[in-house]
């Protein structure tokens, strides 16, 4: 049974580290507003800017000349890019073309990897060999390489070599590398909370909605941290309105127990619907039951249809007897709903 919600003697649950998703590497690019998102980050960054220079026509000149930025400081700026984004900035002049060359390589080795890992394009799954290729996009700077190559060493059972990945995408500000840190530090023995929380605080700031609500289950538990239930609710909210599933099933108890936030039904009932709309089992079972409360018989039997076949079997016997209440002929029609039924895109 999925346990999200923190009881008083329970120790926190935490889910397999998430994989990022595939990147499209054939997507069109506006290149006009990346190439100028670029140029104004270096503006922002670079550090002969002209806020901390003298004004003269020199330093002026260098704060106009992009390809004055270092290779190493560009390769940290990219370290976190994408595909897409190493193509858009390879445009910006050709010292960046040249200084990005090692990332775009890296991308490919990703690509592999990810191949390799999943059986897909036409080869054979194969983790020594994904991981080889994540190592070897690692070494060239990408840290969507260094977070895959972690998660194969934290499969194989090397706790060790997978952390000491995620600490160095986590340094170069991937928030992806700070949240499997955070987490990776509270499941090594013996575990270390401080580091974990800091990590985890990181990339909540840099709206990482998995962080988010990790950060929010430490918060509300209180067992690594102070407990602090507004906000745990503030950052569980964060994370439902950032699409998190399990941290809008939470919301919803939030609200409705007046935890961290002020009691509110509507609300509670809202987080509570789109949590079941996007496949939270405890939350279709509890959106069933307050559907039948409000009498609405019909539509509680296809949530709690679909809890039942995720699991739930206090959920099965609630159906059965809305079931009885309903026309003989209404059970298929309610059974092919549920068959029809898709979950709704979520950041899970």
Request: with cysteine.
């Amino acid at each position: 049974m999925e346990k999200t919600w923190p009881g008083r003697s329970d120790r926190c649950h935490f889910n397999s580290l998430p994989l990022l998703n595939p990147h499209n590497f054939t997507d069109q690019i506006d290149l006009s507003r990346k190439t100028n998102s670029f140029k104004n980050f270096y503006i922002r960054h670079n550090r002969f800017s002209l806020r901390s220079s003298p004004p003269s026509s020199e330093s002026s000149e260098i704060h106009r000349d992009f390809s004055a930025l270092p290779y190493d400081v560009l390769a940290k700026i990219a370290a976190t890019f994408s595909h897409q984004n190493l193509r858009a900035a390879s445009l910006v002049c050709k010292a960046w073309r040249d200084g990005l060359r090692p990332l775009r390589e890296a991308m490919l080795f990703l690509l592999w990897g990810k191949r390799f890992k999943h059986g897909r394009g036409g080869v054979r799954a194969n983790l020594h060999k994904a991981l080889d290729s994540f190592l070897k996009g690692a070494a060239r700077g990408s840290t969507l390489a260094m977070i895959e190559a972690g998660l194969v060493y934290w499969e194989m059972g090397k706790k060790e070599e997978g952390i000491e990945l995620y600490q160095r995408a986590a340094a170069l500000g991937d928030p992806a590398g700070q949240c499997n840190l955070g987490i990776s530090c509270l499941k090594v023995e013996p575990p270390n909370p401080k580091e974990a929380v800091k990590w985890l605080y990181k990339a909540s700031v840099s709206g990482h909605v998995r962080a988010q609500y990790q950060l929010a289950l430490c918060l509300h538990q209180g067992h690594w941290v102070e407990q602090n239930l507004s906000e745990a609710a503030r950052w569980y909210l964060s994370a439902a309105e950032g699409g998190y599933v399990r941290a809008m099933y939470n919301t919803s108890l939030c609200y409705l127990l007046g935890e961290g936030l002020v009691r509110s039904y509507r609300q509670a009932r809202k987080w509570m619907k789109r949590a079941a709309d996007r496949g939270h089992t405890k939350a279709q079972f509890e959106h069933g039951l307050g559907l039948f409360a409000k009498g609405e018989k019909m539509k509680a039997v296809v949530y709690l249809e679909l809890a039942t076949r995720a699991g739930e079997i206090a959920a099965g016997h609630v159906k059965n007897v809305i079931l009885q209440q309903l026309p003989a002929t209404s059970g298929d029609q309610l059974m092919l709903l549920a068959d029809n039924w898709r979950a709704l895109p979520s950041s899970h």
